[in-house]
């Protein structure tokens, strides 16, 4: 019986290691998953903008604004915003695109069906511009997002209150309400 037990003893041992190891690969997959989770959580969350003023302008003269301008800057813990990346909303509904994605090949003629056009300008430092070949809206910077001046359709009665929201395509939705006020 000792041999027996014996060669009992040594095939728990084998299927114990071999168990061991299944299980450490296992863990060290897991923790290898719950980095990348933990890595693209963390860019997610460090991307939002602020939008820290919203007001319409009526650049006509008849009583109906026509022009909407929404000051945008990275919120004070975001690393840089793709501008190119960024979908702007009014109430929800009307969908809006960056002017310049058409101009740099990155939307065709068939994506913009249907949908109003923003143009986005750097604000803070002036003088910036796509042509520079950045993109992106970087801390302590800010930028102006105007509805309106590319594009007929876009119209606001006085009174009448909006929710603007402009979403990132990687990070968090930022919004504002308005409501249009007589100038002064």
């Given at each position: 019986?000792?041999?027996?037990?014996?060669?009992?003893?040594?095939?728990?041992?084998?299927?114990?290691a071999v168990?061991?190891?299944?299980?450490?690969?296992?863990?060290?997959n897991?923790?290898?998953?719950?980095?990348?989770?933990a890595?693209?959580?963390?860019?997610?969350f460090?991307r939002?903008?602020?939008?820290?003023?919203v007001?319409a302008?009526?650049?006509?003269?008849?009583?109906t604004?026509d022009?909407?301008v929404?000051?945008?800057?990275?919120?004070?813990f975001?690393?840089?915003?793709?501008?190119?990346?960024?979908?702007?909303?009014?109430?929800?509904?009307?969908?809006?695109?960056n002017?310049?994605?058409?101009?740099?090949g990155?939307?065709d003629v068939?994506?913009?069906?249907?949908?109003y056009?923003?143009?986005?300008d750097?604000h803070?430092?002036?003088?910036l511009?796509?042509?520079?070949?950045d993109?992106?809206?970087?801390p302590?910077q800010?930028?102006?997002?105007?509805l309106?001046?590319?594009?007929?359709?876009?119209?606001?009665?006085?009174?009448?209150?909006?929710?603007v929201?402009?979403?990132?395509?990687?990070g968090?939705?930022?919004?504002?309400?308005?409501t249009?006020?007589?100038?002064?």
């Amino acid at each position: 019986m000792g041999v027996g037990t014996l060669i009992i003893f040594i095939a728990m041992v084998l299927v114990a290691a071999v168990a061991a190891s299944v299980l450490i690969n296992v863990v060290d997959n897991l923790q290898e998953q719950a980095s990348d989770v933990a890595e693209d959580t963390q860019e997610y969350f460090n991307r939002q903008l602020d939008i820290y003023t919203v007001y319409a302008v009526d650049t006509i003269g008849d009583g109906t604004y026509d022009k909407l301008v929404i000051g945008v800057k990275p919120h004070y813990f975001s690393g840089p915003v793709d501008t190119l990346g960024m979908v702007v909303m009014v109430d929800g509904k009307s969908q809006y695109f960056n002017s310049h994605l058409e101009d740099l090949g990155e939307i065709d003629v068939d994506q913009n069906l249907d949908r109003y056009v923003y143009q986005f300008d750097w604000h803070k430092p002036s003088g910036l511009d796509y042509a520079d070949g950045d993109r992106y809206l970087k801390p302590g910077q800010s930028g102006v997002i105007t509805l309106g001046d590319l594009n007929e359709g876009f119209q606001l009665e006085q009174g009448d209150t909006i929710k603007v929201t402009v979403l990132l395509e990687n990070g968090l939705t930022s919004e504002k309400r308005y409501t249009a006020e007589i100038e002064i």
